[in-house]
């Protein structure tokens, strides 16, 4: 398929799809979390006293159709690992392109994760109630998190991966900053300098992530900064840019790919990030199994694609071997539609061309979105795993617009006394109206959400909606028109 528009509403998968799969490994084993740490498995919310996962899951070993390969930028030949040297280290170009089912998670990971991991799975029963649907509502929160995020899972291995590699330096873009917190944290847990290049418009909204960046050492910059070449001529050509994704990769790239001492780390889109992003899934499907219920219906927002992978990739698993049948959606905003927009396509990942070329829905590079509140999924791309698997069928889209998933906002927090991120109001929205659907027919559906993060640092953008300040955003046809046209011809 060439266009997203074709496959809006892809078919559901049924049944066992078309590849034989051995049983489902144990990777893990059954122990209680007490101590200091049990704040993350408090009453109720960790059934089973399910632990920390020993493994990554690859999704990539049980699809039917392999994704296509990344390409080398200037050759437009299938990349080969040494091509990804300048950026990372061994061990994550391995895992990057591996198609091993399972990745065992070191030690000094695991022991990291154990601050804040297994986190809770919690059952939104104030939310069904205030919504009157027969429908039962769960969330996994990962905002337990030092950074309060989803991000740390990645962050923690690629901070360690890095250290271990002899690297002294890593540096990384940011929208909202979840991301840039993450990776700060995880870099001065391993003796590891960070800088980081956070999109202008989030720079300004969020000024304490910048904050807690520099609080856990990092150096951050806004961009499109003068501190690069690429960020110079971003600025000579919009002095007042807001900035992007596609524009901050290309800053922190560049660092990388210059300095021989420095590594470049990414949060969401690659591979290898969306393998350390399974746990989330890995302890969902034991959490949901100890109090024996099975999810109708997953749902993340989706700006990159990390964190709804994470969630969704091993229940995607469980589906391929016919184990259980849910249907998988795809939030995104309306200002940045990239799969219901998109076209699927080879793109660079970041605007100035530095980057891989990875089949993928993109807007294309040079897209700049509006500067909606949910600065994690203002990014023109995403993740070619994602792309591949939307496009064979497995799972849907769809985009909201950010005043109904503030409005989704206020009535989570209202019952569930949990303030989101405003990248998961939009999962919240769609979950809400699932549950709504369910109280009109009847139907008494599981709903599972993935709460990625909490918004205690967002608070500006629910001051906007409570002010009656906040307006919905949407792209302009003319610049994606223009955007696309400039996707390299491969």
């Known amino acids: 398929m060439a266009a997203a528009s074709i496959a809006l509403h892809p078919p559901r998968l049924q049944g066992p799809g078309k590849a034989a799969l051995p049983p489902r490994i144990p990777n893990r084993s059954r122990v209680t979390v007490s101590g200091t740490r049990s704040f993350a498995t408090r009453a109720g919310s960790n059934p089973g006293n399910v632990s920390i996962p020993k493994q990554w899951y690859n999704l990539v070993a049980?699809?039917?159709?392999?994704?296509?390969?990344?390409?080398?930028?200037?050759?437009?030949?299938?990349?080969?690992?040494?091509?990804?040297?300048?950026?990372?280290?061994?061990?994550?170009?391995?895992?990057?392109?591996?198609?091993?089912?399972?990745?065992?998670?070191?030690?000094?990971?695991?022991?990291?994760?154990?601050?804040?991991?297994?986190?809770?799975?919690?059952?939104?029963?104030?939310?069904?109630?205030?919504?009157?649907?027969?429908?039962?509502?769960?969330?996994?929160?990962?905002?337990?998190?030092?950074?309060?995020?989803?991000?740390a899972n990645t962050a923690v291995p690629q901070a360690f991966y890095n250290a271990a590699a002899g690297v002294k330096s890593v540096v990384t873009e940011t929208g909202a900053g979840q991301w840039g917190s993450a990776l700060s944290f995880a870099s001065t847990l391993f003796g590891l300098t960070c800088e980081v290049w956070q999109v202008r418009a989030s720079y300004d909204q969020k000024p304490y992530r910048r904050l807690m960046m520099e609080t856990w050492g990092a150096k951050v910059h806004p961009s499109p900064s003068e501190a690069t070449e690429s960020g110079r001529k971003l600025l000579a050509a919009d002095p007042s840019s807001p900035g992007s994704l596609g524009m901050a990769i290309s800053e922190a790239v560049?660092?990388?790919?210059?300095?021989?001492?420095?590594?470049?780390?990414?949060?969401?889109?690659?591979?290898?990030?969306?393998?350390?992003?399974?746990?989330?899934?890995?302890?969902?499907?034991?959490?949901?199994?100890?109090?024996?219920?099975?999810?109708?219906?997953?749902?993340?927002?989706?700006?990159?694609?990390?964190?709804?992978?994470g969630l969704a990739f091993p229940f995607m698993r469980?589906?391929?071997?016919?184990?259980?049948?849910?249907?998988?959606?795809?939030?995104?905003?309306?200002?940045?539609?990239?799969?219901?927009?998109?076209v699927y396509a080879y793109d660079y990942g970041d605007t100035a061309g530095l980057t891989p070329l990875m089949k993928m829905h993109t807007l294309g590079h040079g897209f700049v979105p509006d500067p909606i509140h949910a600065g994690g999924l203002r990014y023109h791309g995403m993740a070619p795993l994602i792309s591949h698997v939307y496009e064979l069928g497995f799972m849907e889209a769809m985009s909201i617009q950010q005043t109904e998933c503030f409005e989704a906002a206020l009535q989570f927090a209202r019952t569930e006394g949990i303030?989101?991120?405003?990248?998961?109001?939009?999962?919240?929205?769609?979950?809400?109206?699932?549950?709504?659907?369910?109280?009109?027919?009847?139907?008494?559906?599981?709903?599972?959400?993935?709460?990625?993060?909490?918004?205690?640092?967002?608070?500006?953008?629910?001051?906007?909606?409570?002010?009656?300040?906040?307006?919905d955003l949407s792209h302009s046809s003319e610049k994606l028109k223009e955007s696309l046209a400039a996707i390299p011809k491969v």
């Open 318 to 342: 469980e589906k391929l071997a016919g184990r259980i049948n849910p249907v998988f959606k795809a939030v995104e905003p309306a200002a940045c539609p990239t799969l219901t927009k998109g």
């Open 62 to 151: 049980d699809l039917p159709v392999k994704p296509p390969p990344q390409l080398h930028p200037q050759t437009h030949q299938p990349l080969k690992p040494s091509d990804l040297s300048p950026l990372f280290p061994d061990e994550l170009i391995r895992q990057e392109l591996t198609e091993e089912r399972f990745v065992d998670i070191p030690e000094e990971v695991r022991d990291v994760y154990e601050l804040w991991r297994p986190t809770p799975l919690i059952r939104a029963k104030r939310l069904e109630k205030l919504l009157g649907t027969p429908a039962k509502i769960y969330y996994k929160y990962e905002g337990t998190s030092p950074a309060g995020s989803h991000k």
């Open 419 to 471: 303030i989101p991120a405003p990248e998961p109001t939009h999962a919240i929205a769609a979950a809400i109206r699932e549950a709504l659907e369910c109280k009109r027919t009847g139907e008494e559906k599981v709903i599972l959400i993935a709460m990625c993060g909490h918004g205690h640092f967002d608070l500006a953008a629910y001051d906007r909606y409570l002010r009656g300040d906040m307006v």
């Open 254 to 309: 560049e660092v990388a790919a210059t300095n021989g001492d420095t590594k470049y780390c990414l949060g969401s889109v690659l591979n290898h990030v969306l393998l350390h992003q399974t746990v989330i899934g890995e302890e969902c499907l034991e959490q949901l199994a100890a109090i024996g219920d099975t999810p109708d219906v997953v749902i993340g927002c989706t700006g990159g694609g990390s964190n709804f992978g």
